[in-house]
């Protein structure tokens, strides 16, 4: 039977999907053959051109385009030179709002996520619906999600009080 999440899940409001991806597998297929699979642990979510902690919110770039496409996509970007983050799209087309994955068992972080899935930048605008190598697996849901203001984004005012990250 086939978990993955369909369209329709990415097709929302970013902060009905970013709760709701904790407890979520997220399933990395290696180039090497090997899968693995792992379990969401915290998410940020990031709300379109008006969240000032939103890179969106400058925008539409070349860095931010797949931001304003379709739920359902990977974004990812280069930070300190070294660490690929991972973010999938949510909303309608134009919606511009994605979400951080910030955490998963065992990798605390996005960096080390993304370290441990080995993200480059060939991941922009993957498609987390028919890709062979990264997508969402539905799973029991939670009922322990904590939120809480989100980390590193004190330079975007009113914005970095929102309680719009969420964990376990």
Same mark, same amino acid.
């Given at each position: 039977?086939?978990?993955?999440?369909?369209?329709?899940?990415?097709?929302?409001?970013?902060?009905?999907?970013?709760?709701?991806?904790?407890?979520?597998?997220? *399933? #990395?297929?290696?180039?090497?053959?090997?899968?693995?699979?792992?379990?969401?642990?915290?998410?940020?979510?990031?709300?379109?051109?008006?969240?000032?902690?939103?890179?969106?919110?400058?925008?539409?770039?070349? #860095?931010?385009?797949?931001?304003?496409?379709?739920? !359902?996509? *990977?974004?990812?970007?280069?930070?300190?030179?070294?660490?690929?983050? =991972?973010? =999938?799209?949510?909303?309608?087309?134009?919606?511009?709002?994605? *979400?951080?994955?910030?955490?998963?068992?065992?990798?605390?972080?996005?960096? #080390?996520? !993304? #370290?441990?899935?080995?993200?480059?930048?060939?991941?922009? !605008?993957?498609? =987390?619906?028919?890709?062979?190598?990264?997508?969402?697996?539905?799973?029991?849901?939670?009922?322990?999600?904590?939120?809480?203001?989100?980390? !590193?984004?004190?330079?975007?005012?009113?914005?970095?009080?929102?309680?719009?990250?969420?964990? =376990?």
């Amino acid at each position: 039977m086939d978990r993955r999440i369909t369209a329709e899940f990415f097709l929302r409001d970013v902060l009905e999907v970013a709760p709701e991806l904790i407890g979520k597998i997220l *399933v #990395r297929q290696f180039g090497d053959g090997r899968m693995e699979k792992y379990r969401i642990t915290e998410t940020e979510a990031y709300r379109g051109v008006e969240d000032r902690a939103c890179h969106a919110s400058k925008g539409r770039t070349s #860095r931010t385009e797949v931001m304003f496409q379709e739920g !359902g996509k *990977v974004y990812v970007y280069l930070i300190y030179g070294q660490y690929w983050l =991972l973010n =999938l799209v949510t909303g309608i087309e134009n919606d511009a709002s994605a *979400v951080l994955i910030r955490g998963i068992e065992g990798f605390p972080g996005p960096g #080390r996520l !993304g #370290r441990e899935l080995q993200l480059d930048r060939s991941f922009y !605008g993957e498609s =987390l619906i028919h890709s062979d190598r990264i997508w969402v697996e539905d799973a029991e849901p939670v009922s322990e999600v904590q939120t809480s203001k989100r980390i !590193g984004v004190d330079y975007s005012g009113e914005w970095a009080a929102k309680l719009w990250r969420f964990y =376990l």
